[in-house]
Antibody
Framework: QLQLQESGPGLVKPSETLSLLCNVS??????????WGWIRQPPGKGLEWIGS???????YYKPSLKSRLTISVDTPKNQLSLRLTSVTAADTAIYYC????????????WGQGILVSVSS | DIVLTQSPDSLAVSLGEWATINCKSS????????????VAWYQQKPGRPPKLLIS???SRESGVPDRFSGSGSGTDFTLTISGLQAEDVAVYYC?????????FGQGTKLEIK
């Protein structure tokens, strides 16, 4: 059974870089049927798709975040990563690792999420 | 970006009654070539990630109780829960996958009256 587990620091200072990992188990990140991505949710608020990546490295990002965002995969480690630079308090959120079919962006598989707070 | 507006923001329904949640899209999310509506519904319980309930506007995921149903086309969609049960208390979101960026409605909080 597929499991997605996010990890990373729970606190990041303003203007610094937020870096998260998602460990994929029970499935291969090189499965050519799927893309992998990130969704975030500010505490008590709604959901925001951030971006997705195919194991080959092909990415697509939310345009408003594109200049600060990098999503990558480490296929030997079966991991997905997110890097968001120049963070502000507005980036405080629960970050979820997700998997979706390549053609249709329907989020069937989710990690448990990790809360990242941006504060000095 | 396609904006999805859900209504109401919250509702309270008695056990065993029906709950109806609406989702209106700022543009049609019906793909003309395949006549499919690119909308999904999710359920999120406190402290948990969202769970996919319905895709393609009306196709229930495996294991989702049949009291959950989706309907609608074009710009107007509805999630209906018939015979509300206590475990249905959650926030419900619609999501469009018609075009990037893939957006969600603001959520509807469902409570027991």
């Amino acid at each position: 059974q597929l499991q997605l587990q996010e990890s990373g620091p729970g606190l990041v200072k303003p203007s610094e870089t937020l870096s998260l990992l998602c460990n994929v188990s029970g499935g291969s990140i090189t499965d050519n049927a799927y893309y992998w991505g990130w969704i975030r949710q500010p505490p008590g608020k709604g959901l925001e798709w951030i971006g997705s990546i195919y194991y080959s490295g092909s990415t697509y990002y939310k345009p408003s975040l594109k200049s600060r965002l990098t999503i990558s995969v480490d296929t030997p480690k079966n991991q997905l990563s997110l890097r968001l630079t120049s963070v502000t308090a507005a980036d405080t959120a629960i970050y979820y690792c997700v998997r979706h079919p390549g053609k249709w962006i329907i989020f069937k598989s989710w990690g448990q999420g990790i809360l990242v707070s941006v504060s000095s | 970006d396609i904006v999805l507006t859900q209504s109401p923001d919250s509702l309270a329904v008695s056990l065993g009654e029906w709950a109806t949640i609406n989702c209106k899209s700022s543009q049609s999310i019906l793909y003309s070539s395949n006549r499919k509506n690119y909308v999904a519904w999710y359920q999120q319980k406190p402290g948990r990630p969202p769970k996919l309930l319905i895709s393609w506007a009306s196709s229930r995921e495996s294991g989702v109780p049949d009291r959950f149903s989706g309907s609608g086309s074009g710009t107007d969609f509805t999630l209906t829960i018939s015979g509300l049960q206590a475990e249905d208390v959650a926030v419900y979101y619609c999501q469009q996958y018609y075009s990037a960026p893939y957006t969600f409605g603001q959520g509807t909080k469902l409570e027991i009256k």
